[in-house]
């Protein structure tokens, strides 16, 4: 199974359509009146009509019945149904999770759906420990709190947080962003060494968004 995108909910789809393929800055793929889709160069995003609808997409060549891990829904379409990437300068670099329970994630993600665990790690200063699986290219991270959370108190579904989209050129397309009416913040150096980011806060129907450069 390999993970190709997410899809996200919008309580105006039509609006939310247009935001996005400013955001994006590629038409969309594929449009009825139930979904939005968006291919980018890794990965897609399908817009939904629902305020609080997320989910993680992915592809294999059985595909089965969509799946809930902890609140997480997961969408699974045929190898054969998907459209192809599209020439773009953006992609899907991660995809945000919010957990009570990291034990939990390794043993769906890792031991039973076969993603590669690529990153296990304690940030103490930031009250973080981020798990990544990788899969199809793009990142699933895992963010659960420190101190943890002691296990008979894990209660609760994880969420789907948010989006971070790799770009080519950020100050280009900040400056794009922000002269048709976006708010974007100014770029900082990303938690990941040698990386570029800046945050997108209006546009996004509600999703956190983040835009990533990869410097040098």
Known sequence: ????????????????????????GVPPVFRNRVVVRFALQRGSVDLMPSETFR????????????????????????????????????????????????????????????????????????GLRLQFFRSGGITLEYASPLPAVPTGDR????????????????ALRRDRLVAAGVDVSEPRSGMRPGTTVATVRSGTAGIPTLLLQVDG
Do not use: K, N
């Open 55 to 126: 989910a993680l997409r992915f592809a294999e060549e059985d595909p089965q019945m969509a799946f809930t891990v902890r609140g997480v829904m997961g969408i699974v379409d045929a190898e054969r149904d998907l459209l192809p990437a599209v020439e773009s300068a953006i992609a899907i670099d991660h995809i945000v999770v919010q957990t009570v329970d990291p034990e939990a994630a390794i043993a769906w993600w890792r031991d039973r759906v076969g993603l590669r665990l690529a990153l296990d790690r304690e940030f103490p200063a930031r």
């Open 155 to 170: 209660t609760g579904d994880d969420r789907i947080h948010g989006v971070s989209y790799r770009v080519t050129d950020l």
């Open 1 to 24: 199974m390999r993970l190709v995108g997410v899809c996200l909910g919008a309580a105006d789809l039509e609006a939310a359509a247009r935001d996005y393929e400013r955001l994006l």
